[in-house]
């Protein structure tokens, strides 16, 4: 029965669109028209479409429809009408508004882009040169947002030259757009205004005269290049797109969003150092322009100028929350925010604009998770031994070390297990090493066990202090191109030897230090052969905090306490330390490297 039912839909659903088609014709194609201009010699110089939207005689077209136009007619069915004047005249958007004359004309439903969905059918009634009225029907495949208040419809209803200024419907016959662009090159390409930029102007009584309305010569306007660009742009013709965008801007300076569609253009091209300065303008124009502060960071990082890819992802966070602010359910702009914090490293954050991003827009939401989870590893890793024992062999896929900001890495790294008692036998994980805090933390982890069981785990560990003198040091120090710490020896006794790593010293913001200590037990009564503990000083009060500690047994085993384990850590409050040698030792020491002041 279900194939039956699913037969039937794919044979009937063509003659289902037809039929709203024919629908949608029926009910509006008395309120489409044809507009045509004549020039001062009285002859017909362009011809568009256009459709009533109020009985009294409110005809909305394309602007650039009547541009160097010295007198309009509209014909409606069989009736040749006058154009007394024009209601509104929107260079800007590429409409008008015009006026002729009559009463209780056919009009048009209007409609509203805020409840419209990308992919639902869309029907477009117009009038192509040689043929009145016609239908045609595609997808609204696209909202090209130009900026915060501006967008443009991008529809597939194949169009052509004579209908620009036709109305575009949605399957409940309401206007939603004005078909407004059209390129000879791509007639399943075609832009359209939102209606929403006429709703409000219609019935303004105001009517200005065809010889007072100084219309301009669209072609040597700024936003006729403009949206040229756009086309081109949307064709992959960026070498076109650059050359109208160029054209724009030489007319309108001023214009960010120009600058931004030139930079994006060369950024096609592969043009990395061209595209910055068009956004170094778009910025200089517009601060708070988030998409250019965040583009110019793409741009930086393509060119490996890391520092300013960093400052402008930062200049681009307020702005990009300050839109979801005004338009909480906008997914570009989410995504927008968790890439650059998925390029930051703030990984808390990126996931958050995740989450939020599922319910928006689940494709677009998998691509924000791409960036901050890595895929499986590569077939044909070149796995480089790096670190070996009798319990573990540690190796890299040194091809798949990846740069990040802020002197952070990813790599691959795979550890066999040769403990033949233990069920896994080996571990393939993708870590991310945080040099400056020699710190490590796992992004992806698979697991092949012995049985021939493979598990995968993508969620995120916390970030792990690098334990000096262990395995661990080593895949760390290869990706950070870091020396091992070597341990100086603080004091001695008959019961312990305290060495110090002075690699491992770091400043705090508040003027506190932290560093790695090690503490070797000569008792061989002791369980335990040596410490290595990770402490904080607080060198105005005299007081230590110990944050790690871990304990390597004589019998083998390690224990880790501290900061990444839900283990409490005894020692874990602060202690005074007012005669202790460590603290003078690391308290006389200004900051890392620096010898110590006698």
Not at 69 to 90: H, N, S, Y
Not at 326 to 347: K, M, Q, R, V, W
């Amino acid at each position: 029965m279900r194939k039956i039912i699913l037969v039937f839909i794919i044979l009937f659903s063509p003659a289902i669109s037809f039929a709203q088609a024919d629908k949608i014709f029926k009910e509006n194609s008395k309120a489409v028209v044809v507009v045509v201009t004549y020039n001062e010699k009285g002859e017909a110089i362009s011809q568009g479409s256009g459709f009533i939207v109020s009985e009294d005689g409110a005809v909305v077209t394309n602007y650039h429809v009547i541009s160097n136009a010295r007198d309009i007619k509209v014909k409606a069915g069989d009736k040749i009408l006058d154009v007394e004047g024009l209601i509104l005249a929107d260079k800007e958007n590429d409409l008008v508004i015009l006026k002729i004359k009559g009463e209780k004309f056919p009009v048009v439903k209007l409609g509203d882009i805020a409840r419209i969905n990308i992919g639902e059918k869309v029907y477009v009634i117009s009038s192509p040169q040689g043929l009145e009225n016609t239908v045609s029907d595609g997808i609204l495949s696209g909202i090209r947002e130009i900026t915060s208040d501006k967008k443009i419809l991008q529809i597939t209803a194949p169009i052509s030259s004579g209908s620009s200024g036709s109305p575009v419907f949605n399957s409940n016959g309401e206007v939603i757009g004005i078909a407004t662009f059209i390129i000879k090159e791509a007639q399943n390409l075609n832009f359209a205004m939102p209606v929403n930029y006429i709703k409000g102007k219609i019935g303004s009584e105001k009517v200005t005269a065809l010889k007072e309305s100084k219309i301009e010569d669209y072609k040597k306007t700024a936003e006729y290049w403009f949206y040229l660009g756009l086309a081109y742009y949307k064709l992959g013709k960026y070498k076109d797109a650059i050359e109208s965008f160029k054209q724009s801007i030489t007319i309108k300076p001023d214009s960010a969003e120009a600058n931004l569609n030139l930079s994006a253009s060369y950024d096609k091209l592969g043009n990395y150092s061209d595209a910055i300065e068009p956004l170094k303008r778009a910025i200089k124009i517009k601060p708070d322009y988030a998409e250019a502060h965040y583009i110019l960071g793409l741009a930086y990082g393509k060119l490996g100028m890391n520092k300013e890819a960093i400052d402008a992802f930062k200049q681009a966070i307020e702005p990009f929350k300050q839109a979801i602010r005004i338009e909480p359910d906008d997914a570009e702009t989410h995504f927008c925010l968790g890439s650059i914090y998925a390029l930051l490293n703030n990984e808390d954050s990126a996931l958050e604009e995740y989450k939020i991003l599922k319910n928006l827009d689940p494709q677009m939401a998998n691509k924000l998770f791409d960036l901050i989870t890595p895929a499986a590893p590569v077939k044909g890793a070149e796995w480089e031994n790096i670190g070996e024992d009798d319990k573990t062999k540690i190796s890299l896929d040194l091809s798949s070390i990846k740069k990040l900001p802020n002197h952070y890495y990813r790599v691959w790294r795979e550890t066999v297990f040769k403990n033949a008692s233990d069920t896994i036998k080996s571990s393939k994980e993708y870590n991310e090493y945080d040099c400056d805090n020699k710190r490590s933390k796992t992004l992806q982890q698979t697991l092949y066990k012995k049985d021939g069981d493979v598990k995968t785990f993508n969620e995120k560990k916390s970030w792990k202090y690098i334990i000096p003198d262990t395995q661990e040091e080593l895949p760390f120090m290869l990706v950070c191109n870091n020396d091992r710490g070597k341990w100086d020896k603080l004091s001695e006794d008959d019961e312990t030897d305290l060495y110090l790593d002075w690699s491992s010293q770091e400043k705090l913001f508040d003027g506190n230090y932290r560093i790695w200590a090690k503490m070797v037990n000569k008792d061989p009564s002791d369980t335990s052969e040596s410490q290595i503990g990770y402490m904080e000083l607080d060198c105005e009060n005299k007081k230590a905090l110990l944050i790690i500690l871990i304990i390597f047994q004589r019998d083998g085993s390690t224990e880790y306490l501290g900061e990444t384990t839900l283990v409490s850590l005894p020692a874990n409050t602060w202690r005074d330390v007012p005669n202790s040698n460590l603290y003078y030792k690391v308290c006389s020491k200004q900051s890392k490297g620096i010898e110590e002041t006698k």
